[in-house]
């Protein structure tokens, strides 16, 4: 007979996928055992009991297990105790480092690509229309230079493709 | 690895394995083993995360044995000593053997520590 279904359940739950049907095992095995010796509801007592009694085991030692980052971050803090004359190198040496090659950032940027003087003048961006078109371009064809319509300035476009074309206005 | 010293649970659980060989040893038979030879009530979740814990030390190897009916059809972890487990069980069986030394702590005569 087996262990009661909700302690099978909870032990599926919370225990390793790998190591669920041992678990679950070990605790059918254990109820086995009791129901030769004891009465039925005081095997199915205890074998509840000892189902909490794994589960927190179980829980305690997968929330207590130590990543590998959190030992190694142990492990620094202790050697900069350990260590204090290279902690009192170190530490200012990576701050300076850190400081000096921010401002030299800082500094090539604003040298290089100012920004505009505006509020937020860095989010503005220049925008390069390649298919511009001036009265000039039309000089050829005089015929064409009686609306602004006629000229494609109410020609929408997208790299260059003609998505918006503007109908021409009566003269 | 150097010499891994073993608490007395632990070692209650090594010596314990090392009885029943690597075909019956399982958290269950290890815990009857130890209440039956101890006299003491051992909680079986105390025997897993403790053998967890040997595995992860590399004291001990475990692998699946056959499935069994009294278990559902599932089979047990069966657990096995490795060479370092018996070189740590040595080490620490030689330290209390020798700290017992020649005290007589199973017979029914006083002992220094009592009478002092």
Excluded: C
């Amino acid at each position: 007979m087996s262990a009661p279904g909700w302690t099978r359940l909870l032990l599926r739950i919370v225990s390793q996928k790998d190591r669920t049907d041992e678990v679950i095992g070990d605790l059918d095995e254990a109820h086995y055992r009791r129901l030769q010796q004891l009465p039925a509801w005081r095997a199915t007592l205890a074998t509840s009991l000892e189902a909490l009694d794994m589960a927190r085991a179980i829980l305690w030692l997968r929330l207590s297990a130590p990543s590998v980052s959190w030992l190694d971050f142990k492990l620094g803090m202790r050697m900069l105790v350990r260590y204090p004359g290279l902690t009192l190198i170190a530490v200012p040496a990576i701050a300076f480092a850190v400081m000096a090659a921010a401002g030299t950032y800082e500094f090539v940027r604003q040298v290089a690509a100012p920004s505009i003087p505006l509020a937020e003048g860095d989010r503005l961006v220049g925008v390069l229309n390649r298919d511009v078109r001036t009265v000039d371009s039309y000089a050829p064809q005089p015929e064409r230079l009686r609306t602004v319509a006629r000229i494609d300035g109410g020609v929408g476009r997208d790299r260059g493709v003609p998505t918006r074309t503007a109908q021409p206005r009566d003269e | 690895m150097g010499h891994e010293s073993l608490g007395e649970f632990e070692l209650l659980v090594m010596l314990a394995s090392l009885r029943l060989g690597p075909y019956d040893a399982y958290t269950v038979s290890i815990s009857e083993d130890i209440a039956a030879r101890t006299g003491r009530s051992v909680r079986r979740a105390n025997v897993f995360t403790t053998l967890q814990r040997l595995e992860k030390k590399g004291l001990v190897t475990t692998r699946l044995g056959a499935p069994r009916a009294d278990r559902g059809g599932r089979p047990p972890r069966l657990v096995t000593l490795s060479p370092d487990g018996h070189r740590a069980l040595r080490a620490t069986t030689r330290a209390i053997s020798s700290m017992v030394g020649e005290l007589d702590l199973l017979g029914d005569g006083d002992t220094a520590g009592e009478t002092a």
